[in-house]
């Protein structure tokens, strides 16, 4: 079996699920579901069956991190713990990753790139999978990602359109990568799920390092070669760009193998819904409600929430910050922090 190394890009601002996490307490620290480990662990251990051990397992982050990277994954390799001066995207942490892996292990190293904060249901359907990627990265010049069936007309994710399919790995298809579609309208993605060749692009890559290496030095050099020229000290003039846009949007070596097990990015509260599968209130919290459907409630404490006459709120309680907004406009929080950042006061709440 060809030997993987996963790299977990962890370098979360901590936005999407205000106030509970925060700049140094990110989603892939906190724990949002029942079986109790934060998300960054259930990532590594979704991981491990397809691994020899934590010495083949690789964190991508930021300074303000490493006290939580310490406490959720103890048992990760100091050396392995690649250390971020600031965040510049995806682009730029994938490259230093690959940069290290490739120089102690060689250009036929397999990488795969994972989020830190995503939850997956199937977790034996996952790993066929990112074999399945594996394999193909081993036995052709390719940048595999995994494609994410969609069961709804998503606007808030890009996609991947398939090409040609080029055979079948660890029992899964495999096709080159025609386009990748950006974030669409509502009327695009209800166009794409017609179509039925399209995938909801979750982030995940697999690759050998010397293939990767090469399309940046053809794509993306105003990253590549600072890093190659001064490691890190190198971030400060690098470019702000994710993957898809610096790599991915221009190779020819782009391959996808739709998947289907059961993924979601939580990309903001209204995920706990999905997951735990409520049918009227998601009560997280001690709550008392008369008349009150459709709503959310999460408290860190004892607190008790009470609430008359309300309709698909979402109330999150954490220490001395409420928050209080429709779910619909939950997406808005952002903006929200925006405001805080202006006043000093307020700004160490974030």
Known sequence: MTTLFPVIMAGGKGERFWPLSRQDRPKQFLKLLPDGRSLIQATVDRLMPLVGGWEEVWVVTTFNLLEGIGEHLPPLPAENLLIEPEPRD???????????????????????????????????????????????????????TLGIQPTFPATGYGYIQQGEKIGAYAGLEAFTVNRFAEKPDQATAEAYLREGNYWWNGGIFVFRAGVMLRELARFAPQVLEPLQAKGREAYAELPKKSLDYAVMEH????????????????????????????????????????????????????????????????????????????????????????????????????
């Open 90 to 144: 995806t682009a730029a942490a994938v490259t230093y990753a690959t940069l290290e892996i490739q120089r102690r292990f060689g250009d036929d190293a397999v990488l795969g790139v994972f989020p830190a904060d995503h939850h997956i249901q199937d977790e034996e359907r996952f790993r066929q999978a990112v074999h399945a990627a594996a394999e193909l990265a081993t036995q052709r010049e390719a940048i595999v």
């Open 251 to 350: 190779t020819d070596k782009a391959c996808v193998i739709p998947a289907s097990f059961g993924w979601d990015d939580l990309g903001d509260w209204n995920a706990l819904e999905r997951l735990l599968g409520a049918t009227d209130n998601l009560e997280l919290a001690r709550h008392v409600g008369l008349d009150t459907h459709g709503s959310i409630l999460y408290t860190t404490g004892n607190d008790i929430i009470v609430t008359l006459g309300l309709e698909n709120v979402l109330i999150v309680r954490d220490g001395p910050i409420t928050l209080i907004v429709k779910k619909e406009r939950s997406q808005e929080i952002k903006k929200v922090l925006e405001a805080l950042r202006r006043d000093p006061e307020l700004a160490r709440h974030l």
